[in-house]
C-alpha cells in the first residue's frame, strides 16, 4: 500500500505540514511509503502548504501599526501571499480587539506588490483571517499602478485564492460580526460595499458586484478582481499547484483532516476536496479530524481525535494523537 498525507491544519494547534509529518510518520512505522502534500483552501495556512514565508516585508498593519509579514517568492516566479500575515484579525487581537470601519487591506497590497517588484509573476493571496471589510480599497490604492493584474501580455497574474462563495456587497453581513462589527453597523458598511462598487465600476470599468467569491476577505478578492485578478477555489488552485491529482493516480490511501469537520467542509474546503478527488481516482480516503459533526461523519470515513483521547490531548498532543490513528487504521482496517 501506497500513503498519501493530504490533510489541512488544525487550527491553532498543527499546521498542515505537522500533520501530514504525523500521518507520514505512522505510515511508515508500519512499513508502508508515504507521500506528504500539506493543503490549504484559501484560509489561513495557505503560506505554510507552499513551504511558509522565504522573504519578509514590513508592511502596513490592519489598524496602521507596522507589521514584519513574511511571504513566499519560489524560483518559478509564483509567490505565495497571505492576507492574515500583513490585514489579518489576529494581528488586532481578535475581534475584541478590532476597528472594522477603519482596517484596512493596505498591507495586503503592499505585499503583492513587493512580490511583483521582485519578479513574480504569478501571485497566489490566500484570503483567509482578515480583520478588514474594506471591499480591498486599501490594496486598490497600491497596486493601481501595477493594473492590469491579469496575466495578459506579459503582465503579471493575480489569484485571490477564495474558500468562500459569498459576494462583494454581502461581506459585512456574512463576515462583519466575526471581526467585530455590531449589528447597527452592518446596514453601514453594507452600503459603503455598494459605493465602492459603484466606484471600482467607474474607475477600472470591472463590475464586481455579482462576482462569486469577491466578497472574500472583506471584499479583498473583489477589489482584486477591479484590477483585473480573478477570484478562484482556493482548494481548486492549490491542489492543482500542489500536484494533487497526478499523485492519486500513484497511491491506494489518500489520509486528509482537519481540526473541526462539519457540513461546510464539503464546500470549498479541503477535507470534501480531497475525498471528492480520491473517489474520482478510485482511491481510498480516511479523515482524520480534531472533532467532528454527526452529520458531516457519515459523509466521510473518519478518525475523531477528540472523541478517542479526549479534547485536552487533541488540543495539546495534536500530532502524536493524529499518529495513533493513523497506525490504528492501518494495522487494524
Excluded at 499546521?15 to 512505522?29: H, Q, T
Excluded at 522573504?55 to 514584519?68: A, C, D, K, Q, Y
Excluded at 513574480?120 to 480583520?131: D, I, K
Excluded at 458598511?189 to 459605493?195: F, K, M, N, Q
Aim: with cysteine.
Amino acid at each position: 500500500m501506497r500513503v498519501l498525507a493530504a490533510p489541512d491544519k488544525f487550527r491553532g494547534s498543527a499546521n498542515a505540514a505537522e500533520v501530514a509529518s504525523a500521518i507520514a510518520d505512522a505510515a511508515r512505522s508500519c512499513g508502508l511509503e508515504c507521500l506528504e502534500l500539506p493543503l490549504a483552501d484559501g484560509g489561513e495556512g495557505t503560506l505554510d502548504a507552499f513551504g511558509g514565508p522565504n522573504r519578509w516585508s514590513e508592511v502596513t498593519g490592519p489598524l496602521g501599526e507596522r507589521v514584519r509579514a513574511g511571504w513566499r517568492l519560489d524560483p518559478d516566479g509564483r509567490a505565495v501571499v497571505e492576507m492574515a500575515r500583513a490585514s489579518g484579525l489576529t494581528l488586532v487581537g481578535g475581534a475584541e480587539g478590532n476597528s472594522p470601519e477603519r482596517a484596512s487591506s493596505s498591507g495586503t497590497g503592499e505585499l503583492i506588490a513587493a512580490a511583483l517588484r521582485e519578479g513574480a509573476q504569478r501571485v497566489l493571496v490566500g484570503m483567509g483571517g482578515s480583520a478588514t471589510t474594506d471591499g480591498g480599497a486599501g490594496a486598490v490604492e497600491v497596486l493601481a499602478p501595477f493594473a492590469p493584474l491579469n496575466g495578459g501580455n506579459g503582465r503579471p497574474e493575480v489569484l485571490a485564492c477564495c474558500d468562500v462563495d459569498t459576494v462583494f456587497p454581502e461581506a459585512a453581513r456574512v463576515f462583519g460580526p466575526q471581526k467585530g462589527v455590531g449589528p447597527e453597523r452592518i446596514e453601514y458598511l453594507t452600503a459603503r460595499l455598494h459605493e465602492l462598487a459603484a466606484s471600482y465600476r467607474h474607475r477600472f470599468g470591472v463590475d464586481v458586484s455579482s462576482l462569486t467569491g469577491g466578497g472574500a476577505a472583506g471584499g479583498l478578492a473583489g477589489g482584486l478582481a477591479a484590477l483585473g485578478a480573478r477570484p478562484v477555489s482556493g482548494f481548486d488552485t492549490i491542489s492543482r499547484e500542489r500536484g494533487l491529482h497526478a499523485l492519486l493516480d500513484t497511491v491506494d490511501l489518500v489520509v486528509t483532516g482537519e481540526g473541526k469537520l462539519d457540513l461546510g467542509s464539503f464546500g470549498g474546503k479541503v477535507v470534501g476536496g480531497v475525498a471528492r478527488e480520491a473517489w474520482r481516482h478510485d482511491v481510498e480516503v480516511l479523515a482524520v479530524v480534531g472533532t467532528a459533526s454527526a452529520e458531516a461523519a457519515e459523509l466521510v470515513p473518519i478518525r475523531d481525535v477528540s472523541a478517542e483521547f479526549g479534547r485536552w490531548r487533541a488540543w495539546h498532543e495534536t500530532t502524536e494523537c493524529v499518529r495513533r490513528c493513523v497506525i490504528d487504521r492501518l494495522t487494524t482496517g
